[in-house]
């Protein structure tokens, strides 16, 4: 039986909840050991490893990441930025028994030192099923502002 949206819906849910409210560590095991997180600069680009890109993020450099959050050494975390994110338009590009892509847009409320940012994203997940349990594969975030200058970005998108 092939996922469902529904199925793949409630594990994007539970990624956005982790992200907003800062479980970091729990967020990392929602990641398959060969999982991929990527916000490219190129709206257009598919070959995220041979162009520049705001977030290339492998197992050890998502680690790294999840360390610089939790202990404020990069002073683009301190203080931390509170998310809110919504996502919605879910569309199922594909599904079989094994896995799936699914593309959504996101809509991210940052909150820090009083002031309100917004980042609207496209969003494609890859999500495998492993021992039974959907693990994220690849996170593509498209941001619309991709090829505008961001300011710091000191979270996970």
Same mark, same amino acid.
């Given at each position: 039986?092939?996922?469902?949206?529904?199925?793949?819906?409630?594990?994007?849910?539970?990624?956005a909840?982790?992200?907003?409210h800062?479980?970091?560590?729990?967020?990392?095991?929602?990641?398959?050991?060969?999982?991929i997180y990527?916000?490219?600069?190129?709206?257009?680009?598919?070959?995220?490893?041979?162009?520049?890109?705001y977030?290339? =993020?492998? /197992?050890?450099?998502?680690?790294k990441r999840?360390? +610089? @959050? *939790?202990?404020?050494?990069?002073?683009?975390? %301190?203080?931390?930025?509170?998310?809110v994110?919504?996502?919605?338009?879910?569309r199922?590009?594909e599904?079989?028994?094994?896995?799936?892509?699914?593309?959504?847009?996101q809509?991210l409320?940052?909150?820090?030192?009083?002031?309100?940012?917004?980042?609207?994203?496209?969003?494609?997940f890859?999500?495998?099923?492993i =021992?039974? /349990?959907?693990?994220?594969?690849?996170?593509?975030? +498209? @941001? *619309?502002?991709?090829?505008?200058?961001?300011t %710091?970005?000191?979270?996970?998108?």
């Open positions: 039986m092939s996922i469902t949206l529904n199925e793949a819906i409630e594990m994007i849910t539970l990624e909840d982790m992200l907003d800062g479980d970091f560590r729990e967020w990392l095991s929602l990641y398959t050991p060969s999982g990527v916000v490219p600069i190129d709206p257009d680009t598919e070959e995220f490893e041979k162009t520049l890109n977030a290339y =993020d492998n /197992a050890e450099m998502r680690e999840v360390e +610089r @959050l *939790l202990n404020g050494r990069a002073i683009s975390a %301190a203080p931390p930025a509170k998310t994110r919504l996502q919605a338009r879910y199922m590009l599904s079989n028994a094994e896995s799936c892509t699914l593309r959504c847009a809509m409320t940052e909150l820090r030192q009083g002031r309100e940012r917004y980042y609207s994203a496209n969003v494609t890859r999500l495998v099923r =021992d039974g /349990a959907l693990k994220i594969d690849r996170k593509i975030v +498209r @941001l *619309l502002t991709s090829t505008e200058a961001l %710091a970005v000191s979270y996970i998108l």
